[in-house]
């Protein structure tokens, strides 16, 4: 059974950082493009940043460029999403998702509806 499992949510002040976590069970990640979301109370699900199966393409939220970080540790069989600089606009649960379908991971990372398999989802909030 494929499963996605997030951690690392948590409080943090404005300025610090994050590392979340996505560990993957029942299927290797460097078969599918693994995507970071999240959802804000009253917003729509955005795409935070997005990793292509073969871990040489990813594409970042403009909002996010130059503070996240996605990375995947195959041995593990985990994606990981740095978030440093975290402002109060980042705030939101934080999901992973996976799918093997053959688009651009700028495609991934703007329609979510195009993944099958999510994570639980982990909170983050940033305020001081």
């Known amino acids: 059974q494929l499963q996605l499992v997030e951690s690392g949510g948590g409080l943090v002040q404005p300025g610090g950082s994050l590392r979340l976590s996505c560990a993957a069970s029942g299927f290797t990640l460097d078969s599918y493009v693994i995507g970071w979301f999240r959802q804000a109370p009253g917003k729509e699900r955005e795409g935070v940043s997005c990793?292509?199966?073969?871990?040489?393409?990813?594409h970042y939220a403009d909002s996010v460029k130059g503070r996240f970080t996605i990375s995947r540790d195959n041995a593990e069989n985990m994606v990981y999403l740095q978030m440093n600089s975290l402002k109060p606009e980042d705030t939101g649960v934080y999901y992973c998702?996976?799918?093997?379908?053959?688009?651009?991971?700028?495609?991934?990372?703007?329609?979510?509806?195009?993944?099958?398999?999510w994570g639980q989802g982990t909170q983050v909030t940033v305020s001081s």
């Open positions: 998702a996976a799918d093997d379908l053959p688009f651009t991971v700028q495609a991934m990372c703007v329609i979510p509806h195009l993944y099958d398999y």
């Open positions: 990793l292509s199966s073969s871990g040489e393409a990813t």
